[in-house]
């Protein structure tokens, strides 16, 4: 008789919910998940039974599986189907050799177990240090590992860099989980709670070690009790609810000890009378010197784009008015050659998918919209016209503030933003009032929607309703959403594995970055959140060299 044990040593049983059990072995250095659980009927009743705790499981299921050894068994387990696990192998904590990808059947490994093992216990198990299992049985984070890139990789010390890390993570607010708690119904209810989400969270976050932490849907009621390790650990925030009934905001955290806040804004992207600008999403953006180096400045911003999936129209919009907010913090100077900015770090849940033609605008600087769907695909019924955004936001094609360039080109005005916030108490009527002697009446006219084309200065013109829209920034994703053996990754749920979160940057170098699942790897893990994760989002984070300016 074959022996069944030495292949089930080291093996984890996951009970995410009653009728979602996982057995993951660990073999040879590489991880398998069961597909199918022998002894399934057994195995549900031992774990009724049992106290909970994984020691308790693995125990259970050993024993159990030892004490059923017979032809039958092992006849039910050679059929037994084992995906890999996750792509990295475990010996050595330096070993990060992937592994082949395909799928193999308890037989095929046992085969393999005995053509490298001559002893009838399995070496690679027994050689592994005890706190080693421990890791692999944290299957999460075993997937979760801060990889070098590019010079990250051998990295020399200078003091004219500063070494920034920026973890950023959608949280997911407790009453939009329970508003949507039909999403979670397959889920083991107290891993939804959110007292024991909170510590997940808390401990992840905290772990990165980042210099800057940017959270989505973070409630407000829970931000004080939130904040309290962050506090300790030497953070300041920033809050911004978003608008009208929402409950949940963005938290911006920044290491006192590292930064001094320059200058912030939290942008709200609902304008009141403006159709496509009637959600309640928010930004929260950030110039931040380093305390060692004042002269040295970078602008952070987190924002939560509209969930709605079919309106990327909308977020089109919403991303115009944070670029035009960001183009306008981060401004340094008009050279012969152009406008000089401060480097930017964007991150955030923007709820849209890589190579949509929001991600494309960002990533590429231009974007013709009209004649295109709303969903910025090809043309439909409701085809998308030359102007989005009315000109009476004097938000131009090109991102910027028109009021801005009027003031920074001619000196004429006071070079204000024409956008409505709550919290500022600026209303429509409050600008409109006051600032209508700013331009001679003949350069934007507010009411035409059609395309309108405004010289500023010789050789510099605006536009108003082109069908296009460029920004003047070089952004570039820290993940290419696809990891080395091509599969795409993923960073949240909805109908299926897919990608919203990211994080851009210009002007800093990009040294690591916190790897991602792919979505062969999410569907191993199952449902989120789950004891191991705090939310229903991954978090993503990076590390980038921000070069010092010499004192002047
Ligand atoms: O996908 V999200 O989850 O980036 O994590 O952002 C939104 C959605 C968040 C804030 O609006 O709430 C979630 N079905 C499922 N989820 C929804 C829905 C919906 N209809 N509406 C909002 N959210």
Redesign the pocket.
Known sequence: MIPVTPLLTAVTVTKTFRRNIHVILFHCKKVYHMTTIPLKHLLIKNLNKEASGVEALFSTYVDLIESNASESTHREFEKSIMEPYLNTCYGSSSDHRSYDASTVTFKDALKNHESTSSTPTNPDLNTMPTNDICRVQQNYKAMRTWRKVGRGRNLPNSEKNCVIRLFSY?I?AQY?LEM?SY?YKHHNQRTLEWETRKKLLIQEILEAQATVICLQ?MQEDHLNEFLKPFKEHKYNHLYKKRTNDKKDGLLLMYRSDVFDLVEYENVEFFQSDVEILNRDNVAIIVKLSLKDSPETQIVIATT?LL?NPKRDDIRLCQTQILIAELERIAFIKNTSRGPTYHPIILAG?F?LQPKSGVYKFITEGSFLYMGKSRTLGPADHRSLSNSLIPPHLYVTDSCQHFCILLKRLRNRGEGKVMLENSEKGLSKTSWDSCDKNQFRKDEVNVRNKNFQKIQILDGHHVNFGSGSLTHPFKFRSVYSHIDRNGQNEAT?H?DGWVT?DYIFFSEVELIERYTLPTQKQCKAVSTIPNREIGS??FSTGATFILRKKLRQ
């Open positions: 959608n997911l939009l949507h999403l849907e939560h969930y849940d709820n949240t909805q919203v229903d989002h």
